[in-house]
């Protein structure tokens, strides 16, 4: 039986469903329906999401699924992070390797082809008569070596090395200039002109107050890019490799917590997880601890006497240089000598150096032999000097020009012969030292190859395996 009581409860709201939930009404003023709207349609759907997804986070299938998403992103950010890292170090290193570390060596080259050029082209001219076929073609080889070098020193520059551009540039604009002077000096020489000692005084005051200076400035700002960069490559890579130990160390509470949910003391899933990342943070940090021994120890060992071996062999040459020119300048020997005391000293000082890096650290492939040979090069170089000198103070011109000028291989050394054998030394040191120093640089980076492949699998692997390791307990409550 039906009546009006009963009809005005079946209309009524508290008989339709869900009569408890506050239902949204339409907007009562026209003005402000259509925005109220659009925000009900945006904002209600993602509010009705996440008011589901909070409910199922609260159960706890939605407690192992949650935990499960954050340790993935852990490890995925742990492990590209420190992928990302390697492998940029890797390129870096590479471009050390085969870009900057060449242009400080055409730096270098050019900085001593050019004195040599000086110093041979001072030889040639106090000699008598035409000069020597050997004495020009030194000349002509230090000349094009120091082109070449000039050429080379810009091919790995970037847009920060304008001050290296710019000093090649100067090079390269001064170097014919001085060329031009030299072939005047000769030229008069043969002559028998006066002024042709005008013209090679000018000729080597140019390469030594010009030229010279700005092939050792741009010789320090390559040296020091390379130290620099080396520097930076081989710093551990603290922040990727916190990553690791901060994800290492949410695996380790997840699994804790995992035990204290399900009383389960170990989850294979987990403990594969737990020995990949270590394996990864292994990996990576034996990678950084090799890349700094052998980058920043090995190669700052090397590099002292690199440095040292270089500025004396420069001072060695513009020493020959002025040691020639006090033929015809006239030069005060007092001056000479505390100039040639000086030089001596730093070569000395710069073989020593090279003694104690091999007893510090052995260079790859050393010659035994060089340190001796030079040694006594320098000695014979200090007996002939004196023997110059004493020839000059007395007059006797002939005696003295044939100490500075003759080479016999098979007579007594002179102080040309002395000078070339110090030079060779220094020359052959160097080189063996750069080697030293290349060696290094390829152990970092031998040393960080495949860490990036590496550890991006080994995460990757990490991140299956805490899966795999959560899906029986997901589907406990499935």
Do not use: C
Not at 215 to 222: D, H, I, K, N, S
Not at 373 to 382: G, I, L, M
């Amino acid at each position: 039986m039906t009546g009006p009581a009963t009809e005005l409860r079946e209309h009524s709201p508290e008989s339709w469903g869900d009569h408890w939930l506050d239902e949204v009404t339409e907007p009562a003023s026209p003005t402000f329906s259509r925005p109220t709207q659009l925000a009900m349609s945006s904002f209600a759907g993602p509010a009705r999401v996440i008011r589901r997804l909070y409910s199922f986070a609260a159960t706890t299938p939605g407690k192992l699924f949650t935990v499960t998403v954050i340790l993935t992103v852990a490890l995925a950010a742990a492990g590209f992070s420190m992928s990302s890292s390697s492998a940029s170090r890797h390129d870096d290193l590479d471009t050390l390797l085969t870009s900057t570390e060449p242009m400080s060596n055409a730096a270098h080259h050019l900085y001593t082809n050019l004195s040599l050029a000086d110093t041979v082209a001072t030889t040639g001219f106090v000699q008598a008569g035409v000069e020597p076929e050997v004495n020009r073609n030194r000349y002509n080889e230090a000349i094009d070596a120091a082109s070449v070098a000039a050429t080379q020193a810009i091919v790995g520059t970037s847009a920060e090395d304008e001050r290296v551009r710019e000093l090649v540039t100067f090079i390269q604009r001064k170097l014919p200039v001085y060329t031009a002077l030299v072939e005047k000096a000769r030229v008069n020489h043969r002559a028998g002109h006066a002024v042709a000692n005008s013209y090679m005084s000018n000729a080597s005051a140019l390469m030594r107050t010009q030229i010279l200076p700005a092939a050792a400035e741009l010789f320090t700002l390559t040296s020091e890019k390379v130290s620099q960069q080396q520097q930076r490559l081989t710093r551990p890579q603290w922040v990727p490799l916190s990553g690791l130990v901060a994800a290492l160390i949410f695996l380790g509470l997840a699994q804790w917590w995992l035990w204290r949910l399900t009383r389960r003391r170990f989850n294979r899933g987990f403990v594969v997880a737990t020995g990949l990342l270590f394996l990864a943070l292994v990996w990576a940090s034996a990678s950084n601890f090799a890349t700094w021994a052998s980058g920043h120890q090995g190669f700052e060992t090397v590099s002292r006497p690199w440095d040292s071996l270089t500025a004396s062999r420069i001072e060695a040459q513009q020493m020959r240089t002025s040691e020639t020119l006090a033929l015809v300048l006239r030069s005060s020997q007092q001056d000479m000598s505390v100039h040639f005391n000086s030089t001596v000293y730093s070569v000395n000082q710069a073989l020593r150096d090279y003694e104690q890096a091999l007893v510090d650290d052995d260079f790859p492939s050393s010659d035994p032999t060089l340190i001796p040979r030079a040694k006594q090069a320098v000695e014979d170089w200090t007996t002939t000097h004196e023997n110059f000198m004493e020839d000059l103070s007395m007059g006797d011109y002939d005696a003295a020009l044939y100490q500075a000028t003759a080479i016999d291989p098979d007579g007594d050394p002179t102080a040309a012969s002395a000078f070339n054998a110090v030079d060779n030394s220094l020359a052959a040191l160097i080189d063996q030292a750069r080697d030293a120093m290349r060696t290094y640089l390829v152990q970092g980076l031998n040393a960080m190859t495949m860490v990036s492949t590496g550890v991006l699998l080994a995460t990757f692997g990490a991140i299956i395996a805490v899966w795999l390791g959560i899906r029986p307990r997901l589907q406990e409550y499935l």
